[in-house]
Nanobody, 126 residues
């Protein structure tokens, strides 16, 4: 059974930085695309960033390009989201997710990710 545990959320001021981490277990981590999604109350969960399983091809939603960086360490079963130049609109619960099917990458759809962490709250004050 895949387990994903996020950490690193918290409160930041606008313009500040936070680094989210996600530890995976119960999976052949290095074969799966990993993603970060976020959700605010009353809204659907939305794609933030993803990274391919092998050579680290990355994808970002337009609103975070140039500010957020996704990375992974396959030896440690970890995926990270470095968030810089934070804005109040980045406030959300952030979720780590593993793609349902191995050896694919490039999806931005919630439906293509089958394992989810419990989420970590990120709050950015203005």
């Amino acid at each position: 059974q895949v387990r994903l545990v996020e950490s690193g959320g918290g409160l930041a001021q606008a313009g500040g930085s936070l680094r989210l981490s996600c530890k995976a277990s119960g999976t052949t981590f290095s074969l799966f695309e990993m993603g970060w999604f976020r959700q605010t109350p009353g809204k659907e969960r939305e794609f933030v960033a993803s990274i391919s399983w092998n050579i680290g091809i990355t994808y970002y939603t337009d609103s975070v390009k140039g500010r957020f960086t996704i990375s992974r360490d396959n030896d440690k079963n970890m995926v990270y989201l470095q968030m810089n130049s934070l804005k109040p609109e980045d406030t959300a619960v952030y979720y780590c997710a593993q793609r349902l099917v191995s050896l694919f990458h490039g999806s931005r759809s919630v439906n293509d990710f089958g394992s989810w962490g419990q989420g970590t709250q990120v709050t950015v004050s203005s």
